[in-house]
């Protein structure tokens, strides 16, 4: 099924940026046949990975963050790229008393699916996506 890019928009890897990507992310679902409920686990989500982008990625004043969004007649995508490099795989439980560390957890609870990916081809760091499948029509 072909995909069409909504969004594709590479922002400093600052915090204050966070409000801005949730403002794109969430006018460009405004259209598209998703629950509020649904729109609105889209935008948390891509906060989610924004802000661990910005923690993993922002060691210099330069470093950037880029946000895609592709939807199909059934699938939303929406990958983060940063320029840190892919985790080391070891499971690790949640700490549901500690302020941080909880952002893939509540990408998983909120996604269909996601994941981890290296970068496209030539460039550095990771890829982290997630994918939520329409489920009502209802806006």
Known sequence: MDRTLLLCSTVPAEPSWAATVRRL??????????????????????????????????????????????????????????RSPLPPPRPHPVDVTAESGRGLAIVAALADDWGMAPPEPGGRGKRVWFTLRRRSTAR
Do not use: I, K, M
């Open 25 to 82: 992310v969430a006018e460009r679902l405004t259209d598209l046949p998703l629950s509020a409920d649904q729109r609105d686990d889209a935008v948390l989500a891509t906060d989610e990975l924004f802000a661990n982008a910005v923690q993993h990625a922002s060691a210099g004043p330069c470093d950037t963050v880029t946000v895609t969004v592709e939807w199909n007649a059934r699938t939303l995508r929406v990958t983060v790229a940063d």
